[in-house]
């Protein structure tokens, strides 16, 4: 189960530099972990997780497989990009196709880095992204009214639906308000998602600050925390300079350098696990000799989904799922203690899968 998240930014605010980070990350990944496949636009990386080391190192895992998280770089973006100024239809074409939006904002003072806009101010520039979006959504949205209108007419009960949820987001906009404020009923939602509205899109405010800032942030970070709040979105302090330099250390290097900071890990590590916790995202391990593996899912996934995380046949021909708990299976010392001391339960298919539990799957083939 794959998922997108769209690093979006208007020019010389640190976009690419954060994204090349990235890809580095990525690429160093690349010899430890299967399945980091790398294109020029795409970074792959696995999303950082204690919990699983310890897991491998109780079962003596052979390789130790993480959860991943694909970060999609997104064509630059400048004022009237919903009329297609600059790269503004292949940015709003690379965004629909995201599950969220990493929005890299300047927080930084830098006479040698010019602003496109002549000033630096994070908030005006985070709404001037906000405005784009919300202007090409509501293009898009009055010409699929307009274009539903027939089939309303003809008594098209999915196209009465469709009108219906698209006149609220209209309505939203028009009050200067992103789609995703709307409140859904959930016999809306799967057809609320269908609509691929841009502004739906959850939103993770990255503030890139100077070096001697990555810690505590300043004053711009400071707004745009604030700001975030006020939306219900949630926002990370990163220094893309420091994090580009990480990337170029090996491991050792790297934590010797974070502690000159004062810092206690990557600002990398905080944007992933700030964009997992963003998309309601879950993870769940499989363990044994062979390999340790975490597997992502939706928050409130029932056992059959979650089992079809790893392959169709297991949710199709599903039985139960024998499920230890991650604080038990380490404090009791693995999936043999832990069954031994009654911790081991077996659940069916109206199971609500938990993060951190370690799941084995019976299916039938």
Same mark, same amino acid.
């Given at each position: 189960?794959?998922?997108?998240?769209?690093?979006?930014?208007?020019?010389?605010?640190?976009? @690419?530099?954060?994204?090349?980070?990235?890809?580095?990350?990525?690429?160093?990944? *690349?010899?430890? !972990?299967? !399945?980091?496949?790398?294109?020029?636009? %795409?970074?792959?990386?696995?999303?950082?997780?204690?919990?699983?080391?310890?897991?491998?190192?109780?079962?003596?895992?052979? @390789?130790?497989?993480?959860?991943?998280?694909?970060?999609?770089?997104?064509?630059?973006?400048?004022?009237?990009?919903?009329?297609?100024?600059?790269?503004?239809?292949?940015?709003?074409?690379?965004?629909?196709?995201?599950?969220?939006?990493?929005?890299?904002?300047?927080?930084?003072?830098?006479?040698?880095?010019?602003?496109?806009?002549?000033?630096?101010?994070?908030?005006?520039?985070?709404?001037?992204?906000?405005?784009?979006?919300?202007?090409?959504?509501?293009? @898009?949205?009055?010409?699929?009214?307009?274009?539903?209108?027939?089939?309303?007419?003809?008594?098209?009960?999915?196209?009465?639906?469709?009108?219906?949820?698209?006149?609220?987001?209209?309505?939203?906009?028009?009050?200067?308000?992103?789609?995703?404020? %709307?409140?859904?009923?959930?016999?809306?939602?799967?057809?609320?998602?269908?609509?691929?509205?841009?502004?739906?899109?959850?939103?993770?405010?990255?503030?890139?600050?100077?070096?001697?800032?990555?810690?505590?942030?300043?004053?711009?970070?400071?707004?745009?925390?604030?700001?975030?709040?006020?939306?219900?979105?949630?926002?990370?302090?990163? @220094? $893309?300079?420091?994090?580009?330099?990480?990337?170029?250390?090996?491991?050792?290097?790297?934590?010797? !350098?974070?502690?000159?900071?004062?810092?206690?890990?990557?600002?990398?590590?905080?944007?992933?696990?700030?964009?997992?916790?963003?998309?309601?995202?879950?993870?769940?391990?499989?363990?044994?000799?062979?390999?340790?593996? *975490?597997?992502?899912?939706?928050?409130?996934?029932?056992?059959?989904?979650? $089992?079809?995380?790893?392959?169709?046949?297991?949710?199709?021909?599903?039985?139960?799922?024998?499920?230890?708990?991650?604080?038990?299976?380490?404090?009791?010392?693995?999936?043999?203690?832990?069954?031994?001391?009654?911790?081991?339960?077996?659940?069916?298919?109206?199971?609500?899968?938990?993060?951190?539990?370690?799941?084995? !799957?019976?299916?039938?083939?």
């Amino acid at each position: 189960m794959g998922f997108k998240m769209g690093i979006v930014g208007l020019p010389n605010v640190g976009k @690419s530099t954060l994204f090349n980070a990235l890809t580095r990350t990525a690429a160093a990944q *690349a010899a430890n !972990f299967p !399945f980091c496949t790398i294109e020029p636009n %795409v970074g792959e990386v696995a999303v950082p997780d204690a919990r699983l080391d310890k897991l491998a190192e109780i079962a003596k895992s052979k @390789s130790i497989i993480p959860t991943r998280m694909t970060f999609v770089d997104i064509a630059g973006l400048v004022k009237g990009a919903s009329k297609g100024e600059g790269l503004g239809n292949q940015f709003l074409a690379n965004i629909r196709e995201t599950d969220a939006i990493a929005h890299v904002l300047r927080c930084f003072e830098d006479g040698d880095v010019t602003h496109v806009e002549g000033r630096v101010d994070p908030v005006a520039d985070a709404e001037t992204i906000d405005t784009e979006l919300m202007l090409a959504d509501l293009e @898009s949205i009055e010409k699929r009214r307009a274009g539903l209108v027939r089939k309303i007419k003809g008594n098209d009960k999915d196209a009465a639906q469709q009108d219906r949820l698209l006149a609220l987001a209209q309505a939203a906009i028009e009050d200067g308000k992103p789609a995703r404020t %709307v409140t859904i009923d959930e016999d809306d939602a799967k057809a609320w998602r269908m609509l691929q509205l841009l502004t739906t899109k959850p939103v993770l405010y990255v503030c890139n600050v100077g070096e001697s800032e990555a810690a505590e942030g300043n004053a711009l970070s400071t707004a745009v925390g604030e700001m975030a709040a006020a939306q219900g979105n949630s926002h990370v302090i990163i @220094s $893309a300079q420091i994090e580009e330099e990480i990337s170029q250390l090996d491991p050792e290097e790297a934590d010797m !350098f974070l502690e000159e900071m004062g810092l206690k890990e990557a600002g990398l590590n905080r944007l992933i696990r700030a964009g997992y916790e963003l998309l309601h995202l879950e993870t769940y391990f499989t363990v044994g000799p062979k390999e340790a593996r *975490a597997w992502t899912i939706k928050h409130g996934t029932s056992a059959p989904k979650a $089992a079809g995380v790893i392959h169709g046949d297991f949710e199709k021909g599903f039985i139960r799922a024998e499920t230890i708990a991650y604080d038990d299976f380490v404090t009791l010392g693995g999936e043999g203690p832990a069954k031994e001391a009654g911790k081991m339960r077996s659940e069916g298919k109206a199971y609500t899968v938990k993060d951190g539990d370690v799941l084995h !799957f019976l299916f039938n083939t």
